[in-house]
């Protein structure tokens, strides 16, 4: 079986760059838009410091009522939801709110019928130490993929692979800006498997390219544009066959995955998906760009 | 085609077999007692599959700071490293006394302690006992009247401040929430460092904590019991008044017990942390998180059956799409988890959430490697090339493509390892073992089992 076979689609003409380049711009920009409107991230407790609880209770739990015994004892500001199961609620607490307090109450009210499931308090301290060690984090991954990728490729190669890495992973963080999804540390983790997975395909498309290149010598810009849409095309069938290999896995463990990892799934899949476009549509015009830029100078 | 060397199939089956005798009876997620009895080793389940508790302990500095001041001391690095090394031990001793199996004690950074616990029966409230000082002090009550310093709600009066040598300290109500002030006087005090044995009695029917000190703690002890009769004593835990009885007469054994309307758990707890003494250093939760078994098990459970529902789509996928070739590739994946599996339980890593995850990402990614390989394969055959050669090239074409793809993911997943928590170093590990482990399996076990079908058979269409 074959789906893709012999394509001859045009994906780097100078027009198709251009609505390319729009179309990621949007993208990004819709993503940071939301970044500034919605206060940034909807940070989890791992970042900000609070608490979360979890009950499953035996019978679907009215949050009105829950919400209301809460506000007696002063709670009134605690986040309640249902997590994944209409009978499992979660309750988040701000930074320094009386946990036990919320314990008594609920275990007065309902008794045997919660049974807590999770419980979670992160202070300040450990939040802030988080935040700088995902900063380093990012950072250090980010220096060692630079690395290699200019070891491995020419400059105007790796600035294509950056490119496309830092648009995934910002239209990744920009969809978790605009869903409110909560951003906590297994998301962190997502974002930077991305950075390690988003090259793959880059890689796949940069290395037919640096094939043909080789064999084509291309002697003028357009011929060169030419070779690199023809390696698009020769390797189009193998980069979609490998996300959709990743996507399948990914999509299922969004589904069935649980709750606790749903948003670290999320992360994954939007990645994945925009990682999938980047390197067709992204990391390969950019090295179009910087060829008809820097030239081919070695 | 020349026949392929026999120490590749030995290689694989060597592999083969060790990797399926360690993961065995870590199927034992699956649970099967009697395999598990032949193969012991299990793979670690982290906390958030197990059900248990993980705190970070922060010792306040601020305060054993402001202690070392009180007695015109400088605190320095070093009293700091002290301080830490013995509220370890003395953990490590509470810990070992509630009797908690495989505890796991850690320091973290320069003033935090991790504490982790799985399987005890209340993790979160054995957590919660050791993590409390414990300090334990006698001081008198002094007989001026509270009055005359204190407002109705037990504040310091605005215009007022309290005598040099007194101070103010409160009792919990818990029955009225309130709470009832005590002037104790500063330098009539037993210090609860003399204190030798504590333990578990009941007077009154009532439960309650008896204490022995030493013959320096006796002394004072008797001093102040004698010289003070009809007067009060408070007894303090932490700078909290748990009770103040009444002196009736003096108490030269240095032996007495603590009331405080202790139910028989508080009451063991307690003789349990004083008994193994004070930490010498406050340490506050700085980050505390509790998974119920029951919650672990459903998470388990979750990430079991998107395991088995990603493995059937892959495995069904590469079947139709790539024919018999996709039937090796798929050989190769299965292979591949056999390994994850088996390597965990070698290392003795754990297994977490997040790693179950890492799992599932990699048998979409280890496929990666022989979607890769059989694209080029076509590719070749396309242009007219012999199935064997096509099959040969096809490997060594992609073979940079893979490694290249690869290394940028096990590179983010090494910063991860070094930066992650527990959870995550879970993914990181099974990430890393599962990218390796696909590069052995998609390059070299699906390579020689191709490379011996054509040896041996004349195969004049590939099925790919």
């Keep these: 079986m074959e789906f893709i076979k ?88 701000s930074e320094g709110s009386d946990v036990d307090l919320l314990k008594r109450i609920i275990s007065k009210e309902y008794g045997e019928q919660a049974d807590l499931r999770r419980e979670e308090t992160v202070g300040p301290s450990i939040g802030r130490d988080l935040k700088r060690q995902a900063f380093w984090a990012v950072l250090w991954s980010l220096i060692g993929i630079l690395i290699y990728i200019s070891w491995r490729f020419e400059f105007k190669y790796a600035l294509g692979a950056l490119a496309a890495l830092f648009h995934d992973v910002l239209i990744t963080l920009g969809a978790f800006a605009l869903f409110k999804f909560e951003f906590n540390t297994p998301v962190l983790a997502a974002i930077l498997t991305i950075i390690g997975y988003s090259l793959n395909d880059t890689i796949v498309v940069f290395d037919r390219i640096r094939e043909n290149i080789r064999i084509e010598r291309p002697r003028s810009d357009a011929h060169y544009e030419k070779v690199v849409n023809g390696s698009i095309n020769d390797s189009l069938s193998r980069t979609i066959i490998t996300s959709l290999t990743t996507l399948f896995v990914v999509s299922i463990l969004y589904i069935f995955g649980g709750e606790v990892l749903r948003n670290f799934s999320f992360a994954l899949l939007i990645g994945v998906l925009i990682g999938t476009y980047s390197s067709v549509f992204v990391a390969s015009p950019i090295l179009i760009e910087a060829h008809l830029r820097v030239g081919s100078k070695k | 085609m020349k026949r392929v060397e026999k120490w590749k199939w030995v290689l694989i089956i060597l592999v083969f077999v060790l990797m399926v005798l360690t993961s065995l009876p870590s199927a034992g997620l699956i649970k099967d007692e009697k395999v598990a009895k032949f193969f012991p080793g299990e793979v670690n389940l982290g906390l958030d599959l197990q059900g248990g508790t993980h705190v970070v302990f922060e010792a306040d500095l601020d305060d054993l700071r402001q202690k070392y001041a009180e007695r015109n001391q400088e605190l320095k690095k070093s009293d700091i490293e002290d301080a830490m090394a013995r509220a370890m031990e003395i953990l490590t001793n509470r810990i070992d006394k509630f009797g908690v199996t495989e505890p796991l004690i850690q320091r973290q950074g320069d003033n935090r302690i991790v504490l982790e616990l799985a399987g005890a029966k209340d993790p979160e409230h054995v957590a919660e006992v050791v993590g409390r000082t414990a300090y334990l002090e006698f001081k008198l009550v002094s007989d001026v009247d509270p009055s005359e310093y204190l407002d109705e709600k037990g504040e310091l009066l605005e215009n007022k401040s309290l005598p040099q040598h007194l101070q103010l300290r409160y009792e919990r109500d818990e029955e009225n929430n309130r709470r009832i002030p005590y002037l104790l006087v500063k330098d009539q005090v037993v210090p609860g460092s003399t204190l030798t044995d504590a333990f578990v009695s009941t007077q009154n029917a009532q439960y309650v904590v008896g204490f022995r000190l030493n013959a320096a703690g006796a002394r004072d002890f008797a001093r102040i019991t004698r010289e003070n009769i009809k007067g009060r004593l408070a007894i303090l835990l932490d700078d909290t008044v748990v009770s103040a009885p009444r002196i009736n007469s003096e108490i030269p054994s240095g032996e007495g017990i603590i009331e405080g309307g202790f139910t028989p758990q508080t009451a063991r707890d307690l003789a349990l942390i004083l008994k193994t003494g004070a930490l010498p250093v406050k340490l506050d939760v700085a980050e505390e998180r509790t998974v119920g078994a029951s919650l672990g098990r459903d998470s388990i459970r979750a990430g079991i059956k998107a395991i088995l529902w990603g493995f059937i789509a892959v495995i069904i996928f590469m079947m139709i799409y790539y024919g018999l070739s996709g039937v090796v590739a798929d050989i190769a994946l299965i292979f591949n988890l056999i390994i994850i599996l088996g390597v965990l339980v070698l290392f003795n890593a754990t297994l977490t959430l997040p790693g179950l995850a890492g799992i ?77 482990a696909s590069m052995f399996t998609a390059l070299f076990v699906s390579r020689v089992i191709f490379q011996t079908v054509l040896a041996r058979k004349n195969v004049t269409r590939l099925s790919i």
């Excluded at chain 1, 045009?10 to 251009?18: L, P």
């Excluded at chain 1, 991230?41 to 009522?65: K, W």
Aim: proline share 2%.
């Design chain 1, 6 to 93: 012999n394509t001859k689609i045009n994906f780097v003409s100078k027009s198709v760059r251009r609505k390319a380049f729009f179309f990621s711009g949007v993208l990004i920009a819709v993503g940071l838009i939301s970044f500034i409107i919605g206060g940034g991230f909807n940070l989890g407790i791992d970042f900000a410091g609070g608490s979360i609880i979890q009950y499953r209770f035996e019978e679907r739990p009215d949050i009105s009522e829950i919400r209301d015994v809460l506000k007696e004892a002063g709670l009134e500001k605690s986040i309640i939801q249902t997590f994944g199961d209409p009978n499992e609620i979660m309750i988040k607490l």
């Design chain 2, 360 to 436: 599932i990402l990699t048998i979409g990614m280890s496929v990666d490697a022989n979607v890769l390989i059989f694209e080029r394969i076509r590719e070749e055959l396309k242009s007219n090339k012999s199935i064997g050669k096509a099959v040969e090239y096809g490997f060594s074409k992609a073979f940079i493509t893979i490694l290249d793809a690869n290394i940028t993911t096990i590179i983010t997943a090494v910063v991860l390892y070094n930066f992650g928590t527990g959870p995550i170093k879970g993914f990181a590990v099974t990430l890393m073992i599962g990218i390796l």
